[in-house]
């Protein structure tokens, strides 16, 4: 299947830092899909992207869909303690069918 | 409000069981997915459906089956339960042109 590559693979910031993750694949995507974990629970989405070049904001977070279609990024600003999770890209490819994720971003707020 | 709802949050079963993991949606959906979580590994497509009693595989269907006998319902077998098996098991589902909603998850140990 499509191969994500999210990184970086952890992240350890102070409270107040800007964050940055991003994901890249050899496959293009018609829709790429953030979505934050905490633990014990399901994923939960925080941004989708439909069009390539996209740049969207969900209030700290924007995210932005690759003019190439092979890669997307997520940047938080001014973290906070409760933004502590994983963090995941999700990819849908053109068949619209299956999806695919990354290996996630794992992000530690000091406060 | 959404609801992908998981049977189970936790399970315990011994090798050589056969395990059944089920997920409800009442969205009309018509695509749903299972996926298994392993730290590092982020999430894993075992199966998905795009329709009822149609499947297909996902990058790891080894070891899994599934079913879909009605649009709402999909459900997830281990055919005969190994140790490695033992993992955190999430469904989601999505239209063709939406986001995937996520269940809880559920934590199955094999022992």
């Known amino acids: 299947g499509q191969q994500l590559n999210q990184s970086p693979q952890s992240m350890f910031i102070q409270e107040g830092e800007d964050v940055s993750m991003n994901c890249t694949s050899s496959?293009?995507?018609?829709?790429w899909l953030w979505y934050k974990q905490d633990p014990g629970e399901g994923p939960v989405l925080l941004i989708a992207?439909?069009?390539?070049?996209e740049l969207t904001s969900n209030g700290r977070l924007t995210a932005q869909f690759g003019i190439t279609r092979k890669d997307s990024f997520l940047n938080i600003s001014a973290s906070i303690p409760s933004d502590v999770g994983i963090y995941f890209c999700?990819?849908?490819?053109?068949?619209?069918?299956?999806?695919?994720f990354g290996a996630g971003t794992r992000l530690t707020v000091k406060p | 409000d959404v609801k992908v709802t998981q049977s189970s949050r936790y399970l315990v079963k011994r090798t050589g069981e056969k395990v059944f993991l089920e997920c409800v949606q009442d969205?009309?959906?018509?695509?749903m997915f299972w996926y298994r979580q392993d730290p590092g590994l982020g999430l894993r497509l075992i199966y998905f459906?795009?329709?009822?009693?149609?499947?297909e595989k996902g990058d790891i269907p080894e070891g899994y089956s599934v079913s879909r006998e009605k649009k709402e319902r999909f459900s997830l077998i281990l055919e005969s339960a190994s140790t490695n098996q033992t993992s955190m098991y999430l469904c989601?589902?999505?239209?063709?042109?939406?986001?995937?909603?996520f269940g809880q998850g559920t934590r199955l140990t094999v022992v």
């Open positions: 989601a589902s999505r239209t063709d042109h939406t986001e995937a909603f």
């Open positions: 496959s293009i995507f018609n829709t």
């Open positions: 992207l439909y069009k390539a070049g």
């Open positions: 999700a990819g849908v490819p053109y068949n619209n069918n299956d999806m695919r």
């Open positions: 969205m009309d959906h018509e695509n």
């Open positions: 459906s795009y329709d009822v009693k149609m499947k």
